[in-house]
């Protein structure tokens, strides 16, 4: 199921609905880049008999992790800017985080867990999420913070590099706009600047090794600038990662990527819709 299973309300909110199946039993290899996004994943596990629901925050590192005994997981990425309001909490507090939403939203969270168990389809599944979240929008309650973040995330993942001229597109001081943007997206606008970078160098690496090209197009400095991001952010060296994803014979540069959504891998071993 795609974005399309959301009403046209809840697109203004979420910007990626996926799910996840293992294969025939096997362990699916997640590997997740870092982002600037939240994410609400739901997962059933043991056929389906137990499950929990919890927030992922903004991850500023890569997260490799062979995921068992999970018999589908259903997540929806918030864009980045609505994740405070709907959830009711600083998307800063999250960052690197993973939080139960009971532990965010008390018994509610709890009671909506319960409710996608008791969903016979992935359809009834998808359409429990939308209504909880539905509930918890409200007309005005759009903080000039969040719109500020937003336009500042449009202009980084646009054509705009340098954290000072978006806030002089916007008119308003740096300091002003990183305040803003950490509390509403997680992380500072330089590490989402960052981020984006290294989502770029990854979507291209799928179809081309000329790392000094790509370091050129992805907006780094040079290929040695491109290497030490990649060495902070994901642990590995760029052409370390590709073997490793080639080894484990993940597939990275999804169809999300190069439609401009996250990009991020995973193994044959998961179907995903």
């Not at 998808?126 to 973040?149: G, K, Q, V």
């Not at 991001?229 to 190069?258: H, N, Q, Y």
Request: some cysteine; overall charge positive.
């Amino acid at each position: 199921m795609a974005s399309a299973a959301l009403t046209f309300s809840l697109s203004r909110f979420v910007e990626d609905v996926r799910t996840i199946e293992p294969v025939a039993g096997r362990a699916c290899h997640v590997e997740q880049l870092p982002d600037g996004r939240t994410t609400l994943v739901f997962r059933m596990i043991e056929g389906g008999r137990r499950g929990d629901l919890f927030v992922v925050g903004p991850r500023t590192r890569a997260h490799f992790k062979d995921a068992t005994g999970v018999a589908r997981a259903v997540m929806l990425q918030f864009k980045p800017g609505w994740s405070a309001p709907l959830l009711g909490v600083a998307a800063n507090a999250l960052t690197d985080q993973i939080v139960p939403l009971e532990d965010v939203w008390g018994r509610s969270g709890s009671d909506l867990c319960l409710e996608l168990l008791a969903a016979r389809s992935l359809p009834e599944v998808l359409d429990r999420l939308s209504r909880a979240i539905a509930l918890r929008t409200h007309p005005t309650f759009e903080p000039a913070s969040a719109r500020l973040a937003r336009r500042a995330v449009r202009l980084l993942e646009g054509d705009e590099v340098r954290v000072e001229s978006v806030a002089e597109r916007l008119g308003v001081t740096a300091r002003h706009l990183r305040r803003a943007f950490t509390e509403s997206v997680g992380i500072g606008p330089k590490e989402f600047a960052r981020i984006v970078r290294l989502q770029r160098a990854v979507r291209m690496a799928a179809t081309s090794k000329d790392w000094a090209r790509i370091a050129a197009d992805a907006g780094y400095y040079d290929q040695a600038h491109l290497i030490a991001d990649f060495r902070e952010l994901v642990g590995l060296t760029p052409g370390a990662f590709l073997k490793r994803a080639g080894d484990r014979g993940v597939r990275f540069g999804s169809g999300d990527a190069e439609a401009g959504g996250e990009p991020g891998t995973r193994s044959p071993a998961c179907r995903r819709s």
